[in-house]
């Protein structure tokens, strides 16, 4: 037996080359996902980095408590609460205090993500200054890194400012440092500050002050902007390898097991000839799993190698593109590698041993087959599981259309569905081609000439060989549409959401955080021919089932103006009936029916109880809730809805609202450009971790597609051979091959659309149960690129063989020796 394998693996070696490269790579793939999906669980610990010099900081607070059977349930709050002004004043008696006040600023020529500070809190870090000198005057600053330098005039949204020094760049951001004055100018408000004093004194001053957070040693980094942002990066990766390492995993299973499946129906004949000598269907299946354990060893070590040299490639790609931070680095882990390795064991075994049974029934009369010719393409097997796996898909998606339609639009469910469809439908492909196939090719069947005819009779012989050399393309294609079609259905549904329910002809937004302030609403208001509504975005928080505190984000604005500028899309309820004492919510909420109160917690923590006054469909989920500016404290001013009155031009109110907020820095928009930019597409890294799979996708299922129809040429030497003798030029033999390459593409891309269009259309259905009127966006030029990479590569991978097998002379492959 161990003879038999060994001279089967050299005779047979270009259909083991292709198994053991697709397993190869499927293990690679699964490898460098899990070494960065276990590298990404744990973060390093980051110290304190603006106030590392500081004595001791005081926070207000930033967050609140609601206790439950289960335990206490923190969030975070929308509008942070100031140190309380009591607590200052005697803080101030224990030694110097030094509030600090952080605000982005925007400068031409200068970094995107510009911060303000006072220039006393610059000692804290400690920043010092490499040139020039410290700020004396409103219209001075000092800046750090090297974008500008000492006696630069630089314009930014606060007016016109001189550079006086630079400091150098810290690393954790770039920054801006004002006059202690104008600072709190343009931040009226302060959140924290830092006090030269004792910390124990320091606490038992501020003890019984609500919330208030004394902050000394590592626990000083959460006054740092964004301390949670490991955490967050953290949480971010993981969702983005997860998702990637499951298509990956998906991919790498699925081309694998075909790939085996293939290479063992290839041997029909050899199994033939091997049961005329007196084999037993037994002796052939171990033959076939012993030949796949052998290859399955090599190439799964081979793969984790590979795998241990593609990980820290894909961290640097990660960090470069800043969906990663800088700390990110693969770690020493060792599970990552034991799980690819025996997975890909285990899947060239599974793939192995369902052939294997096939070919055990082999009879001995397969060897006098001179024509090979798929009879039965189907199994019982196959047709049971492409069956269960489609009923399975359509009932799902029925009860969740009928109980939930909002699941479907969440990304674990439209990045995980499509593999169970994608699967039925490859199981199934076989019992697809041949009609496919004809309707394909029935106009090129027409046209003069054989080779429209041949290309036909070839495809639909072989229907095995067709669907396995599809089945890569049908992967990509049907990823590539089903991901990139969810989120572009997504978005656009979203954005006819909100273009809907704004009934504004212009909309003025400000620059940075800090919102507008009176003066400049002012000026906005004294626009001849413009009525002005401004809204503050803020949260409000609920607890649902007892024991899930549940933030929702909520637009602070009269009802007067809500009427004016919003259609929004209610179930129940006036907008007019909002007021002080009452809030507008959605269908996810719990308790949603008009007139029932509703206990909440408002942007600052404060607990309220509010009457429902109106009630909203779900939509996409982004609908949130309404209050009125009481009900959301400290909120700034983030948006200005201005309608035209008395005719006015469009130009001339456009020129006075841009005119109004050039002092203090805002853009205006109309209502359809507000739209564009504000929901034009899901975030950057959903989008990045999207084409980081479908990259992944693209180049496994290339390389695989190019192997298998490597495998699938020189399994027909011999029918090449006989167009030979039957008088067909060489040129002619490779155009037939190169045709018959594009015609399995296309059966794959063809089956790979149906498959992305079935899915989007479980998409398109629970957004119409939603009430939100869309289309599907089918990302038809990525499709286009995804099969013209395939087509490409199928071609140079069949003629090439084709064209090394034809320089040997016609009658050596007919004879009866392989």
Known sequence: MLSTILHTLRTRRVTFAGSFVALTLGVALIAVMGLALASSLDAPDRGPERFAAAPVVVRGQD????????????????????????????????????????????????????????????????????????????????????????????????????????????????????????????????????????????????????????????????????????????????????????????????????????????????????????????????????????????????????????????????????????????????????????????????????????????????????????????????????????????????????????????????????????????????????????????????????SGMLVRENATAGVRRTAAVAAPVLVTVALAGSLLGATATLDEAKATEVREQTAADFVVTPVGDAGFDDATLNRLAAVSGAEVFASSSSAVYVLEEGVALIRSDARAVDPGPLVATARLPLAAGNVSDLGDDSIIVNEEWEKHTVGDRVDVWLGDGTKKSLKIAAVMTVGTGDNGVYVTPRNAPAAPVDRVDVRLVDAAGTGTVAAGLREAVRASGGEVLTRDAWVRQTYPESDRTTRTGFFLVLGIALLYTGISLANTMVMATSDRVRDLAVLRLAGATTWQVLRLVGAEALMVVTVGGVLGVLA??????????????????????????????????????????????????LRRRAVEPAGVHD
């Open 63 to 450: 967050t609140f408590e609601v206790p439950t059977s289960i335990g206490d349930r923190t969030q975070k709050l929308a509008q942070p609460r100031a140190v309380p002004d009591a607590t200052v004043a005697k803080l101030r008696d224990l030694g110097t205090v030094v509030e600090d006040r952080s605000f982005a600023v925007r400068a031409a020529g200068g970094p995107a993500d510009l911060v303000g500070h006072p220039w006393s809190t610059s000692a804290f870090a400690p920043y010092e200054l490499d040139a020039g000198r410290a700020p004396e005057a409103a219209d001075e600053v000092v800046v750090s890194g090297d974008w500008a330098r000492p006696g630069t005039r630089v314009r930014t949204d606060g007016g016109t400012v001189r550079v006086v020094g630079t400091v150098a760049g810290p690393g954790f951001e770039n920054a801006v440092f004002y006059t202690d004055t104008r600072a709190a100018a343009l931040s009226p408000r302060s959140l924290q500050l830092v006090v030269d004093a004792d910390a124990a004194a320091v606490r038992e001053t501020v003890r019984g002050g609500e919330g208030v957070q004394v902050l000394t040693g590592d626990a000083r980094r959460y006054a740092d902007a964004d301390p949670d942002r490991d955490s967050e990066a953290l949480t971010a990766m993981n969702a983005m390898f997860g998702t990637a390492g499951g298509v990956a995993g998906f991919v790498s299973v699925f081309v694998v097991a075909s790939t085996f499946a293939f290479a063992v129906a290839q041997r029909r004949r050899e199994f033939g000839l091997l049961r005329t000598a007196g084999a037993t269907p037994a002796q052939i299946r171990r033959m076939v799993v012993s030949e796949a354990l052998m290859v399955g060893l090599l190439a799964s070590a081979a793969g984790c190698v590979l795998g241990s040299y593609g990980a820290p490639m894909l961290a640097e790609w990660a960090v470069d593109e800043r969906l990663a931070p800088r700390w990110f680095s693969i770690g020493d882990y060792t599970w990552p590698y034991h799980m690819a390795f025996w997975t890909g064991l285990f899947v060239a075994l599974c793939g192995a041993v369902a052939a294997s049974w096939r070919a055990g029934r082999t009879g001995p009369t397969e060897a006098l087959r001179e024509a090979v010719v798929d009879t039965r393409a189907m199994t019982r097997g196959r047709w049971l599981l492409g069956a269960a796996l489609l009923i399975t898909t359509a009932v799902t998606l029925v009860l969740d259309l009928v109980t939930n339609p909002s699941d479907l639009l969440q990304r674990k469910t439209y990045v995980s569905r499509p593999m169970l469809l994608i699967t039925a439908v490859a199981l199934l492909a076989p019992v697809l081609v041949r009609p496919l196939v004809r309707l394909i090719a029935w106009l090129p069947a027409q046209l003069p000439g054989a």
């Open 756 to 805: 992305a269009g079935l899915n989007l259309t479980g998409m398109w259905a629970a957004l119409g149960l939603l009430s939100v009127g869309t289309s599907i966006e089918m990302p038809w030029t990525a499709l286009a690129a995804a099969m013209g990479a395939c087509a490409v590569l199928a071609v140079i991978s069949a003629v090439v063989p084709a064209g090394l097998a």
